[in-house]
């Protein structure tokens, strides 16, 4: 059975930066092609924020997230998503999610997800 575990979330000031991890279990990263980073504040609908492919060779980012944050695969099992210059609109539970497609972890529909890590942003 696979397990996503989100680490890394925490409370900073704005401008900050935050590194979040996603380590899976029970079937290593590199048997998911595409893998991906969706977040959802308080009241409102779960949003992307970047996801990666290593097939195809693409990286996505939301608007929001272009410029600030960097999602990278460090290892067969360990995901990250660099965060800098946070901003209180960034609040939110960050969740990762991961998936053979590429489309599927796009759109949100990726079979696998973790239970997620909180970031808040101060102003």
């Known amino acids: 059975q696979v397990q996503l575990v989100e680490s890394g979330g925490g409370l900073v000031q704005t401008g900050g930066s935050l590194r979040l991890s996603c380590t899976a279990s029970?079937?290593?990263?590199?048997?998911?092609?595409?893998m991906g980073w969706f977040r959802q504040a308080p009241g409102k609908d779960r949003e992307f924020v970047a996801a990666?492919?290593?097939?195809?060779?693409?990286i996505n980012y939301s608007d929001s997230a272009k410029g600030r944050f960097t999602i990278a695969r460090d290892s067969a099992r360990t995901m990250t998503l660099q965060m800098n210059n946070l901003q209180p609109e960034d609040t939110a539970k960050y969740f990762c999610?991961?998936?053979?497609?590429?489309?599927?972890?796009?759109?949100?529909?990726?079979?696998?997800w973790g239970r997620g890590t909180q970031v808040i942003v101060s102003s």
């Open positions: 999610t991961a998936d053979e497609l590429f489309r599927t972890v796009l759109i949100g529909t990726a079979d696998y």
């Open positions: 990666v492919s290593t097939n195809e060779g693409k």
């Open positions: 029970g079937r290593p990263f590199s048997l998911f092609d595409a």
